[in-house]
């Protein structure tokens, strides 16, 4: 069984470097979504594709932040000139939508900016 | 713009006891609500799903919900608590095609004292 999978799992950084995490989605599912979590808060949705098309982006995504789905599978976030606040967990979801399902989640992938 | 509200950060219940976890939603539409759980260094999972079916949800594990309109409540309930149910419980509010931002509340954390 392939779930959701993130990679990289952990990333540690210098501030001013670029960071590309990457999800593969489960397979069948149309919908992909981003999601920031920091300690001891809830997930904050960062954006979502149906397909390629990326249908909403949170104002929480500066012009550092950018996010591609180009063939409606497999999600790259890349996140250009880091900042020690962007030190979080980077959790990305799938579902086939519309929304009346289940979002299945990754593990997230951790990113610690020094 | 839909919004959730938990209205603990933490709870603290003895195993054998029941468990309440408060969830106070905002929607313009008919929202779907979600409840998910999060254990530590796990991925999200459902628990429960509320998509304009049945008002009493059952999910995994003995856990239900109630969603109360005249409330806008979708509070979290079990009879019994069990050591393994502690971790980070979050409500989930989603305005389903019209908008599917889905959005966490903060989250609750459970301890389940012995």
């Known amino acids: 069984d392939t779930g959701v999978s993130q990679d990289p799992r952990h990333k540690i950084t210098k501030r001013g470097q670029n960071v590309t995490f990457r999800c593969d989605p489960i397979s069948e599912h149309n919908r992909l979504y981003w999601y920031r979590q920091t300690l001891g808060q809830g997930p904050e949705f960062l954006t979502y594709f149906q397909n390629e098309a990326q249908l909403e982006k949170s104002r929480l995504l500066s012009d550092r932040f950018s996010a591609e789905r180009p063939k409606g599978s497999f999600s790259t976030l890349e996140i250009q000139r880091t900042e020690q606040g962007d030190s979080a967990m980077y959790l990305c979801?799938?579902?086939?939508?519309?929304?009346?399902?289940?979002?299945?989640f990754g593990e997230g992938s951790r990113l610690t900016v020094l | 713009a839909q919004s959730v509200t938990q209205l603990d950060s933490h709870v603290s219940v003895s195993e054998g006891t029941p468990v309440l976890l408060r969830c106070n939603y905002s929607?313009?539409?008919?929202?779907?609500l979600f409840w998910y759980v999060q254990h530590p260094n796990k991925g999200l999972q459902l628990l429960l799903k509320?998509?304009?079916?049945?008002?009493l949800v059952k999910g995994i594990n003995g856990f239900e919900a109630e969603f109360k309109k005249s409330e806008t409540s979708f509070h979290l309930t079990k009879p019994s608590a069990h050591m393994s149910d502690a971790a980070e419980y979050f409500c989930v509010v989603s305005e389903g095609d019209r908008d599917d931002k889905i959005i966490f509340g903060k989250g609750t954390r459970l301890h389940i004292l012995p």
């Open positions: 509320y998509t304009s079916a049945a008002t």
């Open positions: 979801a799938s579902s086939f939508g519309p929304l009346t399902g289940e979002l299945f």
């Open positions: 929607s313009s539409y008919s929202p779907s």
